[in-house]
Nanobody, 125 residues
Framework: QVQLAESGGGLVQAGGSLELSCTASGFTFSTRGMGWFRQAPGKERNFIGGIDWSGRTSYLPDSLKGRFTISRDNAKKTLYLKIDSLKAEDTAVYYC??????????????????WGQGTQVTVSS
């Protein structure tokens, strides 16, 4: 079965940077679109963005493009999320996600069907 495990979260100061990792197993990672979601306290889970199976193209909303970078290393079966200029509002549980089907682009949050347990990011101001 699909297994996703996030790591790299923690307590960081506003203005700093952080890189989260997600290791995958249970499927052919290199054929699956991947992405990130986050859920802030008391709020809904929101889509951060995704990356296609090849890693050539990532998709993020304009509001996050300047500070968030999604990448992947298919040889390591690992997905990454780099966050720069952290803000207090970035405090959330961050979830790694996988598309339900192979050969996906990872740009549509409706196509995701698997999530990890999440990693907590807390930004102090």
């Amino acid at each position: 079965q699909v297994q996703l495990a996030e790591s790299g979260g923690g307590l960081v100061q506003a203005g700093g940077s952080l890189e989260l990792s997600c290791t995958a197993s249970g499927f052919t990672f290199s054929t699956r679109g991947m992405g990130w979601f986050r859920q802030a306290p008391g709020k809904e889970r929101n889509f951060i963005g995704g990356i296609d199976w090849s890693g050539r193209t990532s998709y993020l909303p304009d509001s996050l493009k300047g500070r968030f970078t999604i990448s992947r290393d298919n040889a390591k079966k690992t997905l990454y999320l780099k966050i720069d200029s952290l803000k207090a509002e970035d405090t959330a549980v961050y979830y790694c996600a996988a598309d339900r089907w192979p050969n996906g682009l990872g740009r549509d949050p409706r196509t995701y069907g698997y999530w990890g347990q999440g990693t907590q990011v807390t930004v102090s101001s």
